[in-house]
């Protein structure tokens, strides 16, 4: 049962557009959700953080939203780089119980076009 | 520096062997994870601990065992009884939720090849 989905496996992007990664997720109880950047043979690096209470969150370049009655959370970059590229992983977890358990999505491979 | 270091970054195990992979924090985190990750899977949650001398299985925990005697570490044995060994090994660790919202830190990983 994956509570944590990521849809699209790919997205390619003109540099200098807006890049759009969606995550849905089924567990109404997720509070607090995140969003990773992997490069191949490394450990994922975290971008950015939404809580349940917000439904937006700027960072630079990156902006998370949360839509918590679609149960889904998307990561907007804007203006994409060609660094971008890279394979981007959504997280989740909820408070209380096993009160640090993140669950991952299974990636969306961003490419950037120059 | 404040970091997560995994040992070592790549490792080969002939078949029926146990191997253990390190992981080490000084981040003062109470919190560590294993995760794998295979080709379009993403990450999957083998252990993780919340405190020292106590952990709890993942999703995947079947062929794996973990210790937390330390807090600064959490080694992961990879057991003959895992049937499909061969994957990426990612640490990680974060501070206690019930303190601090925030983000989990990842090691480099460890690539595991079972020959």
């Known amino acids: 049962d994956q509570q944590v989905k990521q849809n699209s496996p790919s997205l390619s992007v003109q540099e200098g557009r807006i890049s759009i990664l969606n995550c849905d997720y089924t567990?109404?109880?997720?509070?607090?959700f995140l969003w990773y950047k992997k490069y191949p043979a490394e450990g994922p690096t975290f971008l950015i953080s939404i809580s349940s209470i917000k439904d937006k969150n700027e960072d630079g370049r990156f902006t998370v939203f949360l839509n918590k009655s679609a149960k889904h959370l998307s990561l907007h970059i804007v203006p994409s780089q060609p660094g971008d590229s890279a394979v981007y992983f959504c997280a989740a977890s909820a408070y209380g119980g096993a009160t640090n358990k993140l669950i991952f999505g299974t990636g969306t491979l961003l490419a950037v076009q120059p | 520096d404040g970091g997560i270091t995994q040992s070592p970054k790549y490792l080969f195990r002939k078949e029926g062997q146990n191997v253990t992979l390190s992981c080490e924090q000084n981040?003062?985190?109470?919190?560590m994870y294993w995760y794998r990750q295979d080709p379009g899977q993403g990450l999957r949650l083998i252990y993780y601990?919340?405190?020292?001398?106590?952990?709890q299985k993942g999703d995947i925990a079947e062929g794996y065992s973990v210790s937390r005697e330390k807090k600064e570490s959490f080694p992961l044995t990879v057991t003959s009884a895992q049937k499909n060994p061969t994957a990426f090994y990612l640490c990680a660790s974060s501070q206690d939720r019930r303190i601090l919202n925030t983000e989990a830190f990842f090691g480099q990983g460890t690539r595991l090849t079972v020959v």
């Open positions: 981040l003062n985190h109470d919190a």
């Open positions: 567990n109404s109880m997720f509070d607090y």
């Open positions: 601990s919340q405190i020292v001398n106590d952990f």
